[in-house]
Structures are given as C-alpha cells and as structure tokens.
C-alpha cells in the first residue's frame, strides 16, 4: 500500500461525500444496515466510518435507545459524517486506529465496517482488535470491493489513466480497493484472528451517476486516486478527470453513467 492510500484531506472528503457515497455507496450501506438490525444489537461500532454513508443507513434501521460508536482514522472524513448527523445524540464520534482500537473488551453487540479493512496494513490485527471488543457471539459485519474487472466504472477509469500516465499508471483502485478479494484470504484473516461461523457473499449492483463528469470527478478528486495523479503532474488533475469522463461517455453514452459494481459481504462471529 503505498503510503499515499489511506489520505482523505483536503476537498477529498466533500467530494467524497457529495459525488461517491450515492454513487456506490449507499446501495451497500442500505445491505450492511439490515444485516446490523437484524442482529438487534443495544452497542454498536462502526471502524473506518469515512463520511457517514452507513452510520446514516445504520441509525435510520436501529431504536432510539442504542449506543453507537462511530469511528474513522482521517478526522477530515469524520467531520463531514458528523456534520450529517450533529442531531442524533444516539451516535458518538470519535478519531480511531483499527489496528488499536481504544475500548474495553467484550463492549460490542455488533461491529460493522463499510469498504474500510482494505486499508489496514495488518488486517489480521485489525481483525484480532475487533474481536477482542466484541462481545461472546457477537458479529462483525463488512464488506470489501471484488476485483475491479467486475467494477465496470472503476475498471475503465483506471485504463483510461494509465494513458495519460503510460510510464508510471495510477495503481491505486487496482491496488487498495480492488486489492482484497480473495474469499479465501479473508477467511483464512479472521480464522487467524479467532472468528468462527464466517458467511462470505458476493453481492453484485449497479452504481449510478447523472453523468460521465460525475463519474469521473466522483473517482479522480473524491478519492485518494487524487493524490497519485497530482503526484505525478499536479497540472494535470483536471486533465486526467477530463480524460476519464471522455472514456466513460465512449462506454455509457452522454447521459447517466451506469455500470455494475460487485462486493464480497462477511458476517463472522466470536
């Protein structure tokens, strides 16, 4: 992971918040709030939290009389959720490390996290810090992208920029979003870390965007694929998003810019 990957400042965050949560999102914050209530916990916490998009899906499922954590290492993105949210007193906000998370143990019910382990350098340890917070039989529930060959937007922007960048390509979707796919590895993670009962699924959608322009601003700016293109020619951000939108409009035509996006979802319990 390069060290680059997990930095969500700057305008990244409301771009972030504005462009990428509806765009792909909300329909997997939606699954991972029924999969929460179902298990109709009284604690809850939620790690790498980013804006808000599942803790907004969470809140609105569980009652009134839940404690919710919700945590994220860049208080940047920790900010806009709690912006979202500054009228629901259910809801604490707090700046967290996964790898060292800092609560007592046993305190969860449930622990939920939306696209986030990807990010962890040592997912085993994260994964041990969960299930030392969770309580006996409690559930972690997550969700991680699939290969970015079955994320058709991601996919096409990530060639299009390895055009502009043929020396040197921008690798961070295929990289850190797209990087932790394999069922079989993230079994074998939370088995190491002392998960049992592990359900794995693949859950595939479509993402939706009013335009190639959203598309393309949503990926290139709202993201930390920002921060590798400005690395190689700060000059050329909006070039790059500019290249991207063409490439999307060639596939998905002037109007919406819809493609499928595929997810792998894990309930695994104490």
């Known amino acids: 992971m390069s060290s680059t990957d997990k930095v969500f400042a700057g305008s990244i965050p409301k771009l972030y918040d504005e462009y990428l949560v509806p765009m ?7 699954d991972i709030a029924r999969r929460v209530a179902a298990r109709s916990p009284s604690t ?3 790690i790498a939290a980013g804006t808000g998009a599942v803790t907004r899906a969470v809140a609105a499922a569980l009652p009134r009389g839940v404690r919710y954590v919700a945590t994220d290492l860049n208080e940047p993105m920790l900010a806009v959720a709690a912006q979202r949210q500054k009228d629901d007193d259910r809801i604490t906000w707090r700046q967290a ?3 060292a998370l800092p609560f007592g143990d046993a305190e969860f019910d449930v622990v939920c996290c939306q696209f986030g382990v990807m990010f962890f350098p040592d997912r085993v340890k994260a994964y041990s810090e969960v299930q030392r917070v969770l309580k006996p039989d409690g559930t972690f529930v997550f969700n991680v992208w699939d290969r970015i060959e079955n994320n058709v937007v991601a996919h096409e922007a990530t060639i299009a920029l390895g055009k502009m960048f043929p020396d040197d390509p921008p690798r961070f979707m295929i990289r850190t979003p797209h990087g932790y796919h ?3 590895l993230i079994r074998s993670d939370l088995e190491r870390a002392g998960f049992r009962d592990i359900a794995i699924e ?3 959608e479509i993402s939706h965007a009013p335009s190639a322009d959203h598309a393309a601003t949503a990926l290139c700016q709202g993201t930390p694929l920002r921060n590798e293109i400005e690395a190689r020619d700060a000059s050329k951000l909006q ?3 500019d290249l991207v939108a063409e490439a999307l409009r060639a596939s998905h035509g002037s109007g919406a810019c819809d493609g499928k996006i595929q997810a792998i979802v894990i309930e695994a319990r104490r």
């Open 97 to 99: 490390d996964g790898m």
């Open 24 to 30: 792909i999102f909300s329909v997997y914050a939606e």
């Open 202 to 204: 693949t859950r595939a």
């Open 239 to 241: 070039a790059a998003t």
């Open 44 to 46: 809850l916490l939620e």
């Open 182 to 184: 394999d069922k079989a």
